[in-house]
């Protein structure tokens, strides 16, 4: 039966794929989530896997070494997971939606290339009370504008240091108020109570993508997009068309008179005008 047993699992694995992680392809360690919530992970190689295959995977340990379980590949969808490649920002970022408790565990980001493929793995936790978590793990602000990013962690971690930083440019924002060398103001506040506030002002378009907020090792990831600000021709055109009339004829005795009045989604009341003779 032994016999028997080996070489099953010796077929078992010309279908498994054997990864082995590099500085080629990062990710980020170790991330949190709350039970039901969505995160987004992203993953930054280099530009010689621009135009490789990419793909994420659950991962999972056997005794002929790491394995691809449930495979999703890039600009693909797969039960609750996607998976989109943005080669302008060599990033591969996956999406998972409604995660549960199960959905703890490794996950790859891979690069498919002759012989062993090349990557780098993420450990996430999902849990009703997770030791790091955000109000929002998406937001959205206006170009010139601000948004604010709330979040929390356990007890145990009141003492560890606090950092929001940017992934791929691996720049980071500690307590307190920073300003950039460009528009942007970051002002992080820690409470000491189980919560934290972080506050971008001053965003621009270039400031969109991908960020996390950490205590200790343990992080929890945010995806910020920045919309362009609304021109005064912009605003000027929208008002246009918000902005309706109607015309309403009211005849006297000899004299029609038109006139053009505000419009209004309430019926109007009959309206009499009273024209002098001379």
Same mark, same amino acid.
């Given at each position: ?15 498994? !794929? #054997? !990864? ?14 709350? %039970?039901?919530?969505?995160? %987004? $992970? ?25 394995? *691809? ?13 996607? $998976?989109?490649? =943005? ?16 959905? %703890?565990?490794?996950?790859? *980001? ?13 450990? !996430? ?11 929002? /793990?998406? $937001? ?33 924002? #500690? ?47 945010? =995806? ?6 609304? @021109?005064?021709?912009? !605003? ?8 309706? @009339?109607?015309?309403? /004829? ?22 009499? #005008? ?5």
């Amino acid at each position: 039966m032994r016999f028997y047993s080996l070489i099953s699992s010796l077929i078992l694995s010309v279908f498994l !794929l #054997f !990864l082995s992680g590099s500085e080629s392809v990062r990710t980020l360690k170790r991330l949190t989530v709350r %039970s039901g919530g969505s995160l %987004s $992970v992203p993953c930054l190689y280099e530009e010689k896997y621009k135009s490789d295959i990419k793909y994420w995977c659950t991962l999972f340990k056997s005794i002929f070494g790491n394995s *691809c379980g449930t495979t999703t590949y890039a600009n693909t969808s797969n039960t609750g997971i996607s $998976v989109t490649d =943005h080669p302008s920002q060599n990033i591969c970022a996956m999406d998972l939606n409604n995660l549960q408790d199960s959905d %703890s565990g490794n996950y790859w *980001c891979g690069m498919e290339i002759d012989g062993q493929d090349d990557g780098d793995s993420v450990y !996430l936790t999902v849990s009703e009370d997770p030791v790091v978590w955000v109000e929002d /793990t998406r $937001v959205i602000g206006q170009e010139g504008g601000g948004v604010i990013i709330q979040g929390f962690y356990s007890s145990e971690y009141n003492d560890k240091e606090k950092k929001w930083c940017r992934f791929g440019v691996w720049s980071c924002y #500690f307590v307190g108020r920073t300003k950039t060398s460009q528009s942007l103001e970051v002002l992080i506040s820690d409470y000491s109570q189980g919560s934290f506030r972080v506050e971008m002002i001053g965003l621009q378009k270039s400031d969109a993508g991908w960020y996390w907020f950490s205590a200790g090792l343990v992080g929890v990831t945010v =995806h910020l997009t920045v919309t362009e600000r609304p @021109t005064m021709e912009t !605003l000027t055109s929208s008002s246009r068309k918000d902005t309706k @009339t109607s015309t309403q /004829t009211v005849e006297t005795r000899n004299t029609l008179v038109k006139t053009t009045l505000p419009y209004s989604e309430k019926p109007m009341e009959s309206v009499e #005008f009273c024209i002098a003779q001379n």
